[in-house]
């Protein structure tokens, strides 16, 4: 059975970091390609940034580019969103995708498999 569970969220200011982790069990991992994804409170889920198997090729959201960072440890069955400069539009609930087959990156209707998500809020 496939598991994703996220963790790492929480309250920060603005301009502050946080550090979004997920693990997952019950599949090959590595077979994965991955993605975090977020909704705010009367919003469509939307696309934060994508990874591919091997982690050598990663997509980002424009809104934040130069600010978020995904990464992956395969060993460890781990996914990663470092989050810097933080900002209250950021305030959503994280969620992290995996997908076993091909699809756009950006498209949440390509992943098949969800964690429960793990909130975040910015606030002044």
């Known amino acids: 059975q496939v598991q994703l569970v996220e963790s790492g969220g929480g309250l920060v200011h603005p301009g502050d970091s946080l550090r979004l982790s997920c693990v997952g069990s019950g599949f090959n991992f590595i077979m994965y390609r991955m993605a975090w994804f977020r909704q705010a409170p009367g919003k469509e889920r939307e696309f934060v940034a994508a990874?591919?198997?091997?982690?050598?090729?990663?997509d980002y959201a424009d809104s934040v580019k130069g600010r978020f960072t995904i990464s992956r440890d395969n060993n460890q069955h781990m996914l990663y969103l470092q989050m810097n400069r933080l900002q209250p539009e950021d305030t959503a609930v994280y969620f992290c995708?995996?997908?076993?087959?091909?699809?756009?990156?950006?498209?949440?209707?390509?992943?098949?498999?969800w964690g429960q998500g793990t909130q975040v809020t910015v606030f002044s």
């Open positions: 990874i591919n198997r091997l982690g050598s090729v990663t």
């Open positions: 995708a995996g997908a076993d087959a091909r699809g756009a990156s950006g498209s949440p209707g390509t992943y098949g498999d």
